[in-house]
């Protein structure tokens, strides 16, 4: 690993077709709060910090077939404000997949125009994964094997609540964006890009399974994910569809990004100066940008 195990992953932007909409969505269910909002543009996130970017096109419509987001995860920074959360969502009858993966305990939905989330914990402690003739399983501590998509003890996680606890808090303070997982056209290519030249520290490539990873230290493992369940070769998602337009990488000072960027550039990939940082796109023609600084909350 090259990058700093202190970089973390910004906000994510992404295009919709109706804000209002997708606001209402975002606060209501998920407890974001609302920044500021511009004509077709609004920013989201914790009190602190912006964690989501959101762009109206009203004609946008989701093209299947092309690389792109799989799903952005909300890491949550303790496991009760996990249980606060899907116990919201459980209460608003709003549908979602709980899902113990061992190294961590999860939920999926889709926000309402399709885009997956994923609201987690990281439970290192709970269980491995090891990669057995090309498959992934998950070991865990008590002696179990697991898929890594196991049915979530919910009643467990919800003991960390008590029956006063208020479920319509907003977004907790330490909430981050923790991991990132795209539609790749290449495995090979992907691991490449996020390994070798930006630097992050090379996880598991699940043949079988036709996934791989990246991370940034051992407690900071899939900070990155990447498949190509939907096949090789695949076509950029065109810039007026629905979904992400791009994440953001943030470098923990001026030095290590431009260490970063010359990285990129060496590696003979373009870039480009945008307001919001650096861009590049990946092999897969997802775009990254890479800065030193979490957007601020005023536009």
Same mark, same amino acid.
């Given at each position: 690993m090259i990058i700093p195990a202190t970089t973390r992953l910004g906000y994510v932007h992404l295009t919709v077709s109706s804000l209002d909409r997708q606001i209402m969505f975002y606060t209501q269910v998920l407890g974001f709060k609302l920044h500021w909002r511009e004509g077709a543009e609004a920013a989201l996130g914790t009190e *602190?910090?912006?964690?989501?970017?959101?762009?109206?096109?009203?004609? *946008?419509?989701?093209?299947?077939?092309a690389t792109g987001m799989y799903h952005f995860a909300i890491l949550y920074p303790s496991r009760k404000e996990l249980a606060r959360a899907l116990a919201r969502l459980f209460a608003l009858r709003y549908p979602n997949a709980p899902t113990d993966h061992g190294v961590s305990k999860t939920t999926y939905l889709d926000d309402l125009e399709g885009n997956n989330i994923e609201l987690y914990v990281r439970s290192l402690d709970d269980g491995q994964f090891e990669i057995v003739n090309g498959d992934m399983i998950v070991r865990y501590a008590d002696g179990r094997i697991g898929s890594g998509r196991d049915p979530l003890d919910v009643e467990a996680l919800f003991a960390e609540l008590s029956e006063t606890d208020r479920l319509d808090l907003p977004l907790p303070e330490g909430t981050r964006i923790g991991h990132v997982h795209l539609y790749a056209s290449s495995l090979e290519a992907s691991m490449q890009f996020y390994a070798s030249t930006l630097g992050f520290q090379a996880g598991p490539v699940i043949e079988n399974f036709r996934m791989g990873e990246v991370g940034l230290d051992e407690l900071q493992p899939h900070v990155i994910a990447f498949? $190509?369940?939907? /096949? $090789?070769?695949?076509?950029? +998602?065109?810039?007026?569809?629905? /979904?992400?337009?791009?994440? +953001?990488?943030?470098?923990?000072?001026?030095?290590?990004l431009q260490r970063t960027i010359e990285r990129v550039q060496a590696a003979g990939l373009a870039t480009e100066q945008t307001s919001q940082g650096i861009a590049v796109l990946d092999p897969s023609q997802i775009k990254v940008v890479l800065t030193d600084k979490m957007l601020p909350i005023t536009p």
């Open positions: *602190a910090e912006v964690l989501l970017r959101l762009s109206e096109i009203p004609s *946008a419509r989701r093209v299947q077939k498949n $190509t369940w939907k /096949g $090789t070769d695949l076509p950029p +998602t065109p810039a007026d569809a629905l /979904g992400m337009r791009y994440y +953001t990488v943030v470098l923990p000072d001026a030095a290590e």
